[in-house]
C-alpha cells in the first residue's frame, strides 16, 4: 500500500437489517485514502452514510465487507483483540455532536483526565497531559469549572482537551459544530484548525455547513452510500447543480461568484472563503470600469 | 394589532434565592400576524426563556404576555388552552417521538385536544403533507425513519393542532441544505396560509436572511435590536459587536465596498449582493 497514506479504505460495504428481515446498504463498496496531516471535510445529505463512515474508523461499527488500515494495519481483521481496539481508539478520537453527551464528570480536568487514567497512564504524565491538552484548546482558565457552567462550545472545546489527552494521531469531527451558536462555531473551527496546522493532528470533519467544508484542504461527498465527488474545495464547488442535486449546496460566495459568470463577469482565482471572493469581485469589477 | 406580545416582561429564576437570576429584563415586543420573527442571541441571552413565555410554559416574573390582548394568565386554569393555540417545537424534537407509529405520534396532541377521530385524521394527513412527507410514513416506526424526517413528524405534531402562533427553537439545526430548506419553507408556507405567527430560534444568519421578516436580537435578557431583516442586518456592526455573526454574503460585500466599490442595496442575500454589482456595473455586462 502506499506508504504515507495514514487511512486506507478498500471496497468497503456495510448493510442494516430492516423490520421485515430484508437489508439496506448504507456504504456500497467504498474505497478512499486518507494521508498523514490531511485536512478533510466529508459532505452528503442526511443518510447519506457519513456518520456510519465515521464509526468504522473507529471501530465502533464493523463492516460487512472490504478493509480498513490505519498505518497499514487492517483494523477489520477478526483477529483484532479487545486491546488492540483499545490502541486503535486511542489513536483515533472522535467527537460528538451533542457535548452534553460527552462530557462525565463533574469537574472540567477530571473530565479531560478520563479517557488518560483509562489508558492506565502515570499520575504525573496525565497531569502534564491534561493542562497540555487544556491549554492546547484554551480552556486552562476552566480548569477547575464545572462542565455544566459551560457554554456550548466551551462544552464540545473541553471534549476535544479529553480526546487531545489521549495523544491521537487522527480526530473525527461528527457534526461538532450543529449544536453551538455562531460564536461556539467559530471556537471550534479555529480550535480543529490549530490542531491540523500547529500539531499535525489528520482531520476528518463531517459537515452540513457549505462554509465550514471549504476550509478543509480536500472534501468527499457522500451521497447514498457511495462517494459522489472527491477534490479540492476548488474542484467541489466548480458543480453547483451537482451539490444541489444530491441535497447540498455551495457557500455563498460560491453561488454568488457563478451567477456573476453567467452573466459574463470575468472573476479570476479561487472564490471558496470570503476574504478571496471578496478580492476576486472586486478586481473584476474594477477592472470592468477601467475599460468602460 | 399585535397577535401576540410581551409587556414589559421580567423572568427570574430561582426568586428568593441566592442563585437569583435575571433571565429577561423588562423586555417588550410584539409579533404581528403573518409573520416570522427570528430570536437570536448567544446560549444564555434568554431566547429560550421567551420561547417558554410565549408558549405559557413559564409564567413571567413581572409583566404581561398578551395573546390577541388578552393576558394568557388572566385565568391560570386554562393556560392548557393557551398552549393549543401556540404550538411549541423544542430543540431536537425528534427525540420526544415515542409512539409505535407515526400516525399515533401525530394524533396523540389532539386526543388531549378532545377531537373526534375523523378530525384527527383529516388533520394528520394535512399536517404530513405540510411537512412534506408521503402518507405511507404513517404506519411507520418513527425510529425507522431518518433524521430529517423525523424532525418533520415532530413538527407536523404540532401543526396538526393548526396553533395560531408556532414557536420553534432551531427547526433547522443539524439538518442538510435541502431538508433546512424543506423545513423552513413549509414554515413560510403554514404562515401564507393560516396568517399564522412563527417565532423562532436560529443560528443560521443566511436562513434568517431568506426567510424571516423580522429579527430580535437577544444579549444578556434584553432586545438589544430589533427591526425588519434589512434594518437589523444594515446595523451590523452591533451584531459584531454582541459576537454574532452575519450572513457570508454581507460580510463579501462590507469587503467589497471597503475595497472602495460602493455596492448599494439588500447585501444580505446572494441575489441582493448579485443585483448590486450589477447595478454598479450599470447592467449592460453581456
Not at chain 1, 495514514?6 to 442494516?16: A, F, G, M, Q
Not at chain 1, 491538552?133 to 456550548?152: C, D, N, Q, T
Request: glycine content about 8%; aromatic content about 6%.
Amino acid at each position: 500500500m502506499n506508504s504515507d497514506s495514514y487511512i486506507k479504505i478498500e471496497n468497503l460495504c456495510i448493510s442494516y437489517e430492516e423490520d421485515d428481515g430484508g437489508r439496506t446498504s448504507v456504504l456500497k463498496n467504498i474505497s478512499l485514502d486518507i494521508k498523514k496531516g490531511e485536512y478533510l471535510a466529508v459532505l452528503g445529505h442526511n443518510g447519506s452514510g457519513k456518520s456510519t463512515l465515521a464509526k468504522l474508523l473507529n471501530m465502533i461499527l464493523e463492516p460487512d465487507s472490504g478493509k480498513i488500515y490505519i498505518e497499514g494495519k487492517d483494523i477489520t481483521d477478526p483477529q483484532m483483540t479487545e486491546d488492540d481496539v483499545f490502541e486503535l481508539r486511542k489513536k483515533v478520537g472522535m467527537v460528538f455532536q451533542n457535548p452534553d453527551n460527552q462530557l462525565v464528570a463533574t469537574i472540567v480536568e477530571d473530565d479531560v483526565a478520563f479517557g488518560p487514567e483509562n489508558l492506565g497512564i502515570e499520575p504525573t504524565e496525565i497531569r502534564r497531559r491534561v493542562d497540555e491538552a487544556l491549554s492546547v484548546v484554551g480552556m486552562s482558565e476552566h480548569a477547575k469549572s464545572e462542565p455544566a457552567r459551560l457554554s456550548g462550545g466551551q462544552k464540545q472545546r473541553i471534549a476535544i482537551a479529553g480526546i487531545l489527552a489521549m495523544k491521537p494521531d487522527c480526530m473525527i469531527f461528527d457534526e461538532s459544530t450543529a449544536m453551538l451558536d455562531p460564536l461556539g462555531r467559530r471556537d471550534i473551527m479555529n480550535t480543529i484548525e490549530k490542531l491540523n496546522r500547529e500539531h499535525g493532528i489528520t482531520i476528518i470533519m463531517i459537515t452540513h455547513y457549505m462554509d465550514e467544508a471549504a476550509r478543509a484542504n480536500r472534501i468527499v461527498v457522500l451521497d447514498d452510500g457511495e462517494i459522489l465527488m472527491d477534490g479540492t474545495p476548488a474542484e467541489i464547488f466548480e458543480n453547483p447543480e451537482k451539490l444541489q442535486n444530491c441535497g447540498l449546496d455551495v457557500p455563498q460566495c460560491v453561488g454568488l461568484v457563478h451567477s456573476l459568470k453567467k452573466q459574463g463577469i470575468k472573476i479570476e482565482g479561487e472564490c471558496h472563503t470570503p476574504t478571496a471572493c471578496a478580492e476576486a469581485i472586486a478586481a473584476a469589477l474594477e477592472k470592468k470600469n477601467g475599460k468602460n | 394589532m399585535a397577535k401576540i406580545k410581551l409587556q414589559d416582561v421580567s423572568f427570574f429564576y430561582g426568586k428568593g434565592t441566592a442563585y437569583c437570576k435575571e433571565a429577561l429584563k423588562n423586555v417588550n415586543i410584539e409579533i404581528k400576524e403573518g409573520s416570522i420573527t427570528s430570536l437570536i442571541g448567544h446560549t444564555g441571552s434568554g431566547k429560550s426563556t421567551m420561547l417558554q413565555l410565549l408558549n405559557g410554559l413559564s409564567n413571567p416574573s413581572e409583566g404581561k404576555v398578551l395573546l390577541d390582548d388578552v393576558d394568557i394568565w388572566e385565568k391560570p386554569k386554562e393556560i392548557g388552552k393557551v398552549r393549543f393555540r401556540v404550538g411549541l417545537v423544542m430543540q431536537y424534537p425528534e427525540y420526544q417521538l415515542f409512539e409505535e407509529t407515526v400516525e399515533k405520534d401525530i394524533a396523540y396532541g389532539h386526543k388531549n385536544m378532545g377531537l373526534n377521530d375523523t378530525e384527527i385524521a383529516e388533520r394528520i394527513s394535512e399536517a404530513i403533507d405540510f411537512v412534506g412527507l408521503s402518507p405511507d410514513v404513517l404506519q411507520k416506526n418513527p425510529f425507522d425513519l431518518s433524521g430529517g424526517q423525523k424532525r418533520r413528524v415532530a413538527i407536523a405534531g404540532v401543526i396538526a393542532m393548526r396553533p395560531e402562533v408556532l414557536v420553534l427553537d432551531e427547526p433547522a439545526a443539524g439538518l442538510d441544505p435541502r431538508a433546512r430548506r424543506e423545513i423552513l419553507g413549509s414554515l413560510s408556507q403554514y404562515v401564507k396560509n393560516n396568517n399564522a405567527s412563527v417565532i423562532l430560534v436560529s443560528h443560521s444568519m443566511e436562513d434568517m436572511a431568506y426567510y424571516c421578516d423580522n429579527i430580535v436580537v437577544m444579549k444578556g435578557g434584553e432586545i438589544i435590536s430589533e427591526g425588519s431583516v434589512s434594518e437589523v442586518f444594515s446595523r451590523h456592526n452591533l451584531l459584531i459587536d454582541a459576537g454574532l455573526d452575519v450572513p457570508q454574503i454581507l460580510r463579501i460585500a462590507e469587503r467589497i465596498r471597503a475595497l472602495g466599490i460602493d455596492l448599494k442595496g439588500e447585501l444580505y442575500t446572494t441575489d441582493g449582493a448579485f443585483k448590486a454589482i450589477l447595478d454598479y456595473i450599470g447592467g449592460n455586462v453581456k
